[in-house]
């Protein structure tokens, strides 16, 4: 699985690897550098993470599922219900 990110993106992560190093590490990490630990963090991690919100996604939509009898259903004959309410209200 490749992900792909757009150029800005890539911009924005090569700074920030590049400002950990900064402040983290005892030596900075140049625009090469960076941009190759960003390439393998992508190829290792990102189906990692990627599989993750799946299966969180997945586990939500199914919850939803689960009840939607009880989300969508539309209770009958509520006419006179409310008008009473209205008049009881007044």
Do not use: C
């Amino acid at each position: 699985m490749d992900l792909e990110i757009s150029k800005d993106t890539r911009a924005q992560a090569v700074v920030s690897i590049k400002r950990y190093f900064e402040e983290n590490m005892p030596q900075p990490i140049g625009d090469l550098a960076a941009g190759l630990l960003l390439n393998f963090f992508l190829e290792e991690l990102g189906p990692l993470v990627y599989n993750r919100a799946i299966a969180d996604a997945q586990s939500r939509m199914e919850r939803h599922l689960s009840d939607l009898g009880g989300e969508l259903y539309a209770h009958e004959f509520q006419y006179w219900q409310k008008v009473d309410a209205k008049r009881r209200k007044r």
